[in-house]
């Protein structure tokens, strides 16, 4: 088991598109209803496929366990088992020693971006990059297994 | 993907162990609620971790997906996300060409013990081991993702 700590926090700007240095489209679906212990993520990453099982709390700390497996048994749970579709791409960025993961969603989550840092403590300090707007860490709507079901288009403003 | 197709039956007497071949205990449970469209069962089998992922619907023929993992990965989603624990032991017997897996099961569904046979298609015929009982095959309770709820101590008679 991996424990995942994470913060999570919208972006303002473009400036984070010309730092990006690798960029994969997503696409993924849950096994799992939305409110559960644990969510079950099948996910095509480029042409890898990816089976995530997270342990379902918002917060910046989860277990986490990930398997790769076929991409073409992937898609087909994806398309025939899944709840949701989430597509996006992800945008890898450094800035002061550590790896943003900027998410441009589309579909039914088009318009809404969020970058994710990855850290080894949550007390761990980082180095803001200019274009990181508020933090949504604690906010149950930016997780991808809420906007699986409620997605930024429904959203109300 | 894999098409299970299978044909579950109750077994009469104790004729069908001394016949076993090969024994494995399990432990598994179930990181989907009962009722979904698909079911992800997390099992230590022996010594090896398996995730498998199964259409949830009762009948003889279904969509399957089975990854192996590391056992101590697999105890822990057991002992902190799943819900359930089935506990059994699977005997294997040869009989006229096919494979019988015997499901002895221990702790809420002890006193169970249900016989299956996996088939190349729904009108394969097959010889009948004089231990085979009624079949279950269309009978939801009898499903390990239903018995992990609702387990065989709870029954009525």
Same mark, same amino acid.
Request: charged content about 15%; hydrophobic content about 30%; proline content about 6%.
């Given at each position: 088991m991996a424990l995942e700590i994470e913060r999570k926090f919208l972006v303002t700007g473009d400036g984070w598109r010309t730092q990006a240095h690798k960029r994969i489209a997503m696409r993924h679906g849950y096994?799992?209803? *939305?409110?559960?212990p644990a969510s079950v993520r099948v996910r095509v990453e480029g042409d890898v496929g990816k089976l995530n099982v997270k *342990?379902?709390?918002?917060?910046m700390s989860r277990a986490e366990y990930e398997y790769t497996i076929p991409a073409d048994e992937a898609e087909q749970m994806i398309n025939t088992l899944c709840r949701g579709l989430i597509l996006k791409t992800r945008h890898y960025v450094d800035h002061g020693g550590h790896l943003w993961e900027i998410d441009e969603f589309e579909g039914d989550n088009a318009g809404l971006v969020v970058a994710e840092v990855e850290l080894r403590s949550e007390t761990e300090t980082f180095a803001r990059p200019d274009w990181l707007g508020a933090e949504?860490?604690?906010?149950?709507?930016?997780y991808n297994n809420a906007l699986a079901s409620h997605p930024y288009a429904r959203w109300s403003a």
């Open positions: 096994l799992t209803p *939305q409110d559960g *342990q379902a709390i918002v917060g949504v860490t604690s906010e149950h709507r930016y």
